[in-house]
């Protein structure tokens, strides 16, 4: 596939389009694929790129281990070559949601009817895409400071980290070593509303509490 420059709104939208029925750029599971579009972008997509945005921050969620993701890495040129969108009066190859705009040669009146049916259609298909609420299952390896740490305490206070869109689950104490105990937890995201980087740093911020915290797993559902 070929998203065009981006750095563009134009590049943008069209990745934006692709992960509305994709949750990575190739296959079914994070890929270097997922990490070279990653690292051509040089900040978050804007807000208006919904389906872009969420993918970021499930990437980004995964730091430094994105350099190890399966797959051979390839150059961006083979992401970004191709536009992200037909110009006008042509076609837009086998996907004719993006060929709004009808040919040159019609009568003005009829490419104006044209371009307003189409139009029509493509927004009633992507607001039943938008009707599909994306949700992930996290597990949170949350680490206490030493075996003196009230680790009930310490889940209490994970579990006030609220907002719209994030549900906690079922939690456990584990063994770590010399005492200690580690709190594993699961929650429920939509992947929209909950940027996991923001979750795992509203509970660092207990620090008191806890020394760091570790996704243990991460699975779209």
Known sequence: MGFGDLKTDAGLKSLDEYLADNSYIEGFQPSQADTT??????????????????WYNHIKSYGKGISSFP?????????????????????GGDDDDLDLFGSDDEPDAEAEKLKEERVKQYQAKKSKKAAVVAKSSVVLDVKPWDDETDMAEMEKKVRTVECDGLKWGASKLIPLAYGIKKLQIMCVVEDEKVSIDWLTEEIQNFEDYVQSVDIAAFQKI
């Open 37 to 54: 579009v990653f690292q051509a972008l040089s900040s978050p997509p804007n807000s208006k790129f919904p389906h872009a945005l969420r």
């Open 71 to 91: 797959g051979v890495k390839k150059d961006i040129s083979a992401f970004a070559a191709a536009g992200s969108a037909p110009s006008k009066g042509k076609s």
